[in-house]
């Protein structure tokens, strides 16, 4: 009898725990592991990231009955049920600030639960209603240009008699992780514009180059807000089509180059949703708005805060652990 009512406590016990640990993920704080380079040199791939889901406000659960502790997937099989979908909702919500690191759900895997996409991240570089503007890879918001992270990272190309000089700088600034590239007759390097100054401090007459840099890439659309009421010109139809059609569904058409909505031609249109310009650090390898496009509040997840853990190739990376996300 006395076992028996041992082995009830400790049940018990671990069932509370449990619960408490699936309120928390669910509620508060989740951790993400960084699998792939698109924010460095803020985050590296094998940071464990808390990241904070009430920063702007809390997006309730929408697909409820799913496995505890699993995402997407159990051992290959779907984790969840689509049998019963609340819909979006979210308590205390605010605006994200300009240059949160935000983790997001992909906005194009529309056959899956809004929240059970996969997850993405990217800094906030534009607000519901900014202007943006691009030319090459200069980015203007509301006409003023736009000061990117110190980790922005692109990729510069360099004569290939400097091999050996550029070599012996990164190996003087203790730059083991930049790796030279050959690539037709060119040295190429990502780095972020600090590091092409300093390479240039130390060796004056290098020439590096933006690899891509064309100044014909030039641009400049609206970030839709909601109530934002826009004519749908040519122009504006071409940019917007896609959210409109995400917004409405199956009432929004297209015959002969018209949107069409319960079938009456569009004029204009009212966005529902606010939306953000979400870019990556390292354009090399970006999964951000200039292949996603907006990113629609309901998307977002939380705001990446805390580096908890990191291990790389090489082990572990104490000078990263409980290091700020910035």
């Known amino acids: 009898m006395q076992n028996k009512t041992k082995y009830l406590f400790w049940g018990k016990a671990i069932l509370f725990a449990l619960l408490l640990v699936f309120a928390v993920r669910t509620f508060w704080v989740e951790s993400f592991v960084i699998s792939s380079s698109q924010m460095e040199d803020a985050l590296k791939?094998?940071?464990?990231?808390?990241?904070?889901?009430t920063a702007y406000g809390l997006r309730l659960p929408i697909t409820?009955?799913?496995?505890?502790?699993?995402?997407?997937?159990?051992f290959g099989w779907q984790s969840y049920s689509t049998s019963l979908e609340l819909g979006y909702n979210r308590l205390g919500g605010c605006k994200i600030p300009v240059n949160d690191v935000v983790v997001f759900n992909h906005p194009l895997q529309t056959d899956r639960p809004l929240d059970k996409r996969t997850l993405c991240m990217g800094r906030c570089v534009a607000q519901p209603g900014d202007l943006v503007q691009i030319d090459g890879f200069e980015l203007y918001v509301n006409g003023r240009h736009y000061q990117t992270s110190p980790d922005f990272r692109l990729e510069y190309s360099l004569p290939i008699h400097w091999k050996d000089s550029v070599q012996q700088v990164l190996q003087q600034l203790k730059w083991s992780d930049k790796n030279l590239e050959v690539k037709d007759n060119q040295l190429l390097i990502s780095i972020n514009r600090l590091e092409a100054y300093l390479i240039q401090e130390y060796l004056p007459d290098t020439l590096l180059k933006v690899v891509g840099n064309t100044t014909n890439v030039k641009y400049e659309i609206i970030i839709p807000r909601k109530d934002l009421k826009i004519k749908l010109d040519e122009q504006k139809q071409k940019i917007y089509t896609y959210l409109i059609q995400q917004e409405q569904g199956k009432r929004v058409t297209t015959r002969a180059g018209k949107l069409l909505l319960n079938g009456k031609v569009l004029e204009e249109y009212t966005f529902q949703d606010n939306y953000y310009w979400l870019l990556s650090d390292n354009q090399l390898e970006a999964i951000d708005s200039n292949h996603f496009g907006f990113i629609s509040e309901k998307n977002i997840v939380g705001k990446a805060s805390l580096i908890w853990w990191s291990r790389s190739q090489k082990g572990i990376a104490w000078n990263r652990i409980f290091s700020s996300v910035k």
């Open 64 to 74: 409820p009955i799913s496995i505890p502790f699993t995402f997407d997937n159990f």
């Open 45 to 53: 791939e094998g940071d464990h990231v808390i990241v904070n889901k």
